[in-house]
């Protein structure tokens, strides 16, 4: 209800202790306390209008009211912002004749303040002061800010969310020349609006908006000095400039334009000639306004078909075919020659008739009658799409018209019910929605028919039901028994009965349909990642069968783990990073035998916690995110389980496991010198590498190092598939400034598998996983890279399998104690060490427990498959990646003689000791998506020797000898 109160009308009036929202009108003399709301405990928003409050009522309300956040006073002779803060959000005071200065004291905590004077006689001169030494001030103005002011304020140090959106008009005495550069301080302002009604009027002697990083620039009757040069616009993606005197000989001065510019409007500023109109992208912008100015000459072409509005500019010619596709408005000129068939055919439209009035044609003038009009003769329909439920039917044509009011499409069930029509392209598209009552309506009929009133054509057009449209295709776990499949598209129909889908040969069960979208279950929780030919067939209402085909990449789907940041053994917070999904509940982790207490979730990474200390060695990991189980064997590794033999022999420091060797120390331990070598020199052909050293010995060891398999692995570690790696291409050789590199690869279905040989000339150290890594002069460092790997199970892993062996010379004697041979693995769980030695001389391998898992240090095993004699074979194990690397260390060594009498070789005679071989070691490589890394230091007392590689025999280190004498 409302009821007068002293001459105040109240628009909604209700008990005052629940009333929360309140309009109030006066007179314009109506007096009102500020008190008068005060038992109005739950009132939120005030909106008061023609009334006569206090002067200190902005602030007395605040006081009596505290819950009044959105204030509106409208006409209420409010004449100055008090320097006392305001804890209003929104403050709309319009037509008050507000004056003085204005401080963020005042209006820091208002997020929106409107005081616009609409009509003059409350425009006065308002400021916005800069930082004030008050301690409450927050340094920051309203967001939004709507009004007049004379001057333009210093923001620096400002909140950068003050003065995002406003609209300024000049105030009575603005001061001129105006200081634009204040205008630089305004941080990250959104929306710029600046107005001069030419009260007093102000010309800008220079443009400072070029650098403004603003969305909207609307700037309107301002006056600009001629600019010194063409404008740089490029940040400004959508501007307005109307009666603003700005161009340079006529010209619009703007040099580059925004690359996703979505709105260019310039009017009624003493243009003279048309804009370049490659200038604008067409990503976004559809309109160009340049209405009101003076372009002459003839109009330009339009070949990307924006509407052109140049409405009274001076412009001559004749229309060009392409305006056809376009709402351009070309009054008001100088066209002339003969209106394109598209303007003929629709004149009896009125709003195709305003785009081209005012001009001077000589097949249309603007004072004939209907009668005079020219006839329609090339309106036509040239294709139809196939109807489709819950999709628009699209008319393509000729001179088909603007106005979707001017086509009528008759219903025999409804005459007045239209469908909803829209032009995407003037006179040559139309769309009509097909949907509900009115498809059900075309698919009985059969046909399409319409008509085009302003020239009474008729069109009868034949149907063609349309089969089902695949455009994108999504994927979730279903449980732990399959896959949900989510298609979208068209023409699905709307029942399962009717519709079938496959994944190549793998039936997916339709489980629901709505036309424009199908999802379906694909059971098994092995499929293959692999490239499958999509199928999907629908009934048709005369019951044939439409199909439709489409390539769909499946890739293995949440939840899974690509690596893990382990804790000690006495237990703490360990990170699993990969992939969990969107949905996390009913989720749980693992690790051995232990529960880990999830902390945090997100769709690529969980913190959980394990409370109870652990036991030495790999363990399992299992995950349950969302109810879908996730496994893996041998995936964790607790921190610090690593120590160093003989903790380096004081000759280095431990390091994850691993001993970093002081300078002159080499070795598994450090517990090695070494050795000045004669240096080496890598040449390369297509078949391979060879490196060399020149001495005088002569003789013929060699060790082998091949690259041998890739296996695959069911979760369970049964043999999936075993891929031999071969036919190795050779890619070429780079010189970089510490390494030559040689590269090859060899293709496996979808897999890309390359390394590179790099021999380092000059000592360099790396980082990897977290650990120092020397490399020393002549090192040989071979990387190998799998990238794209199919994985035929959800719980699939691979691992890369090497094998090495040496090649002993005719005249080996296994007898003679000089000539014995060693091969020793080191590590409980997972190899850490492995030597070869012979003779005195050793090669040995250093195998890190952690590998780059895309791009995040994880645990891997590496383990001895079969050991022989003289040979040995090695797998190294890798979580699933889309990258991982592996960086181990290996060197080759030769150990000082054991001159002693324990040592049998030392009591032959010279003639009867074997010289030292250079045997092998096991080298190891990462793998999918994945970079192996070996390293092969070479030292040499008095040798000679040599290390080829070949594509067919992998790496070959030769040492030639000859007998004592």
């Known amino acids: ?58 602030i007395d309300l605040n006081k009596y009211n505290p819950n009044v956040k959105y204030l509106q006073c409208n006409r209420c002779n409010i004449t100055k912002i008090d320097n006392v803060a305001l804890y209003y959000i929104r403050l709309i005071l319009r037509n008050n004749p507000i004056s003085g200065t204005i401080t963020s004291r005042a209006l820091g905590y208002i997020q929106y303040f409107d005081y616009t004077a609409t009509d003059s006689i409350y425009r006065k001169d308002v400021h916005f002061s800069g930082k004030t030494p008050f301690p409450d001030t927050n340094w920051k103005y309203p967001e939004s800010v709507f009004g007049h002011l004379s001057s333009l304020p210093d923001l620096t140090g400002f909140s950068s969310s003050s003065f995002k959106q406003v609209v300024f008009e000049f105030g009575p005495n603005f001061i001129s020349p105006p200081d634009f550069s204040n205008m630089s301080t305004w941080r990250d302002i959104n929306d710029l609006t600046l107005i001069d009604n030419n009260v007093n009027k102000v010309t800008i002697t220079n443009f400072p908006f070029e650098a403004l990083n603003i969305k909207f620039l609307t700037l309107k009757g301002i006056d600009f000095e001629t600019p010194s040069k063409f404008l740089n616009m490029s940040l400004i993606p959508q501007i307005t400039i109307d009666k603003c005197n700005l161009n340079i000989n006529g010209e ?62 001076k412009l001559t010619g004749s229309i060009p075919s392409e305006y ?66 819950l999709s628009s039917l699209t008319i393509t044509g000729v001179d088909l018209g603007w106005t979707s009011t001017l086509l009528y499409f008759p219903s ?141 990449w499946f890739k293995r789907t949440f939840p899974f783990i690509t690596a893990i940041k382990s804790c000690p053994l006495a237990g703490g917070l360990v990170t699993l990073y990969g992939s969990f999904g969107p949905i996390h509940n009913d989720s749980s982790v693992t690790i051995g035998k232990l529960d880990c207490a999830i902390q945090n979730i997100s769709d690529s990474l969980i913190v959980c916690n394990l409370d109870t200390p652990g036991t030495p060695g790999p363990k399992n990991v299992s ?121 090859y690869y060899t293709l496996f279905e979808t897999a890309n598998i390359s390394y590179t040989i790099q021999q380092f000339n000059v000592a360099t150290q790396l980082q990897f996983a977290g650990s120092t890594l020397q490399m020393e002069k002549d090192t040989i460092k071979l990387s190998v890279k799998v990238e794209n790997w199919r994985y035929l199970g959800k719980l699939n892993t691979i691992q890369v399998v090497l094998e090495s062996n040496m090649v002993l010379p005719s005249d080996y004697d296994p007898s003679d104690p000089c000539s014995k041979t060693l091969i020793n693995t080191f590590g409980e769980t997972t190899l850490n060490y492995l030597s070869f030695e012979h003779n005195g001389v050793v090669m040995y391998g250093r195998f890190m427990d952690k590998v780059l898992s895309d791009g995040r240090p994880t645990f891997s095993v590496a383990q001895v498959l079969n050991q022989g004699p003289t040979s040995i074979i090695v797998g190294i194990n890798f979580p699933y990646c889309n990258e991982c ?77 000859k007998s004592m004498k």
């Open 324 to 389: 056809c596709y376009t709402y351009s408005k070309l009054g008001n000129n100088l066209l002339s020659g003969d209106l394109p068939s598209c303007y003929v055919c629709h004149l009896r439209d009125p709003i195709a008739r305003s785009y081209i009035a005012g001009n001077n044609f000589n097949n249309y003038q603007d004072s004939w009658t209907t009668s005079q009009y020219p006839p329609c003769t090339t309106a036509k329909v040239t294709s139809l799409s196939k109807l489709s439920k």
């Open 623 to 743: 995950l349950i995110v969302n109810l879908v189980s996730w496994k893996a064997m041998d995936y964790f590794m607790y921190e610090g389980e690593f120590t160093c033999d003989s903790n380096c022999n004081g000759h280095g420091f431990c390091q994850n496991g691993f001993c970093l060797c002081y300078k002159g120390y080499v070795g598994a331990a450090c517990a090695d010198i070494q050795q000045s070598g004669t240096g080496i020199t890598m040449n390369t052909t297509g078949d391979g590498t060879t490196i060399t050293t020149n001495d005088s010995d002569t003789s013929d060891v060699k060790f082998n190092f091949v690259l041998r398999s890739i296996v695959e692995f069911s979760g369970v570690r049964e043999t999936i598939r075993t891929l031999a790696l071969k036919n190795w291409t050779f890619t070429g050789v780079t010189n970089y400034q510490n390494f030559s590199q040689f590269g």
């Open 885 to 961: 690397i592996l960086d181990p260390d290996f060197s080759l060594l030769v150990k000082p003689d054991r001159s002693n009498s324990d040592d049998a070789c030392s009591n032959q005679s010279t003639s009867q000791k074997q010289f030292k071989w250079l045997l092998p070691t096991v080298i190891v490589v990462s793998i999918v998506g994945a970079a192996a890394i070996i390293t092969i230091l070479v030292f040499t007392i008095k040798s000679r020797f040599f290390i080829k590689f070949t594509k067919e025999a992998g790496l070959v280190c030769f040492k030639k000898r």
């Open 1 to 58: 209800m409302g009821k007068t109160c002293n001459s105040i009308y109240v628009s909604s009036a209700q008990i005052t202790n629940s009333t929360e929202c309140t309009a109030l009108n006066g007179t314009g003399s109506t007096i009102i306390q500020s008190n008068f709301f005060e038992n109005f405990t739950k009132l939120y928003s005030l909106a008061l209008d023609s009334v006569e409050p206090p002067s200190t009522f902005l």
């Open 252 to 313: 619009i001065p703007f040099s580059l334009l925004h690359p996703e510019l979505a709105s260019f409007t310039f009017t009624s500023s003493n243009i003279t000639k048309m804009i370049d109109l490659t200038l604008f992208s067409d990503n976004l912008l559809s309109v160009i306004g340049l209405n009101g100015n003076q372009i002459a000459g003839e109009l330009p072409p339009n070949p990307r078909f924006f509407a052109l509005e140049v409405f009274g500019n």
């Open 412 to 552: 025999t069930s409804n005459p007045l019910e239209q469908p909803f029509v829209s032009y995407p392209r003037a006179n040559s598209i139309i769309n009509v929605a097909a949907n509900g009552p009115y498809y059900n309506l075309l698919l009985s009929k059969g046909y399409l028919n319409f008509t085009l009133l302003d020239i009474n054509q008729n069109f009868i057009l034949p149907l063609e039901e349309s089969g089902p449209i695949v455009y994108n295709i999504s994927v979730y776990p279903y449980g732990n028994v399959g896959y949900s499949f989510f298609i979208i598209g068209k023409s699905f129909g709307s029942s399962t009965v009717n519709i079938s889908i496959t994944f190549g040969q793998l039936p997916c069960y339709a489980t629901t349909v709505s036309g424009d979208a199908v999802e379906c279950l694909l059971y098994g929780d092995s499929i293959p990642e692999n490239q499958y030919t999509v199928t999907v067939s629908t009934k048709l209402t005369n019951g044939s069968i439409a199909s439709t085909t489409t390539s769909y």
